[in-house]
T-cell receptor
Framework: SQTIHQWPATLVQPVGSPLSLECTVE??????LYWYRQAAGRGLQLLFY??????ISSEVPQNLSASRPQDRQFILSSKKLLLSDSGFYLC??????????????FGPGTRLTVT | AQKITQTQPGMFVQEKEAVTLDCTYD???????QFWYKQPSSGEMIFLIY??????QNATEGRYSLNFQKARKSANLVISASQLGDSAMYFC???????????????FGKGTKLTVNP
């Protein structure tokens, strides 16, 4: 069965510090991978998605970046955090295909507080 | 224009009763899919149910069913026999181009907070 891991679970970082959040998927190959951010009490905002190694699409211009160094690893980074980067970060995966429903499955999330 | 609209920021229901959570969508693509997710207070997003635009019958998964009305562009979630553990945020989402190699993305609504009262 497939599982998705995220770490760390919680993080408190000062403004201007770097960020690295990691997501890994087990039990599947060639997945689509996604990074979302959820501000407190709000819906999900898609930040990045990837259909393959080094194939990453950015949805929202900001000071975050994403990388996919391996098929089942997706990393969210920032060189300098802003207060507005605080939120709940969720990684998700789905089967890659040219059609079909392909629901997304989410990791447990990382709660980031920028102080 | 918003692609997914959830007009109920909060809903309350008595335990053991049924509740309908509303979702309307906007798309010109004839091939799309509707999804519902549950987010408990712990934060994880749990996939509940899916229905494609070409599916003839409304989807059902246990106590969850999808009241899909294409003419009204609505895909409401019905939870029967509510339980205390159903208290959570519920998100509607849509994927376009499901049979034509379309979008790899889901578009989410802003969610409805459901509270089940004992």
């Amino acid at each position: 069965s497939q599982t998705i891991h995220q770490w760390p679970a919680t993080l408190v970082q000062p403004v201007g510090s770097p960020l690295s959040l990691e997501c890994t998927v087990e039990g599947t190959s060639n997945p689509n991978l996604y990074w979302y951010r959820q501000a407190a009490g709000r819906g999900l905002q898609l930040l990045f998605y990837s259909i393959g190694i080094d194939q990453i699409s950015s949805e929202v211009p900001q000071n975050l970046s994403a990388s996919r160094p391996q098929d089942r690893q997706f990393i969210l980074s920032s060189k300098k955090l802003l207060l507005s980067d605080s939120g709940f970060y969720l990684c998700a995966w789905s089967v890659r295909g040219t059609g079909g429903s392909y629901e997304q499955y989410f990791g447990p999330g990382t709660r980031l507080t920028v102080t | 224009a918003q692609k997914i609209t959830q007009t109920q920021p909060g809903m309350f229901v008595q335990e053991k009763e049924a509740v309908t959570l509303d979702c309307t969508y906007d798309t010109s693509d004839p091939s799309y899919g509707q999804f519902w997710y549950k987010q408990p207070s712990s934060g994880e997003m749990i996939f509940l149910i899916y229905q494609g635009s070409y599916d003839q019958q409304n989807a059902t998964e246990g106590r969850y069913s999808l009241n899909f009305q294409k003419a009204r562009k609505s895909a409401n979630l019905v939870i029967s026999a509510s339980q205390l553990g159903d208290s959570a945020m519920y998100f509607c989402a849509m994927r376009e181009g499901i049979t034509q190699g379309g979008s790899e993305k889901l578009v989410f609504g802003k969610g409805t907070k459901l509270t089940v009262n004992p």
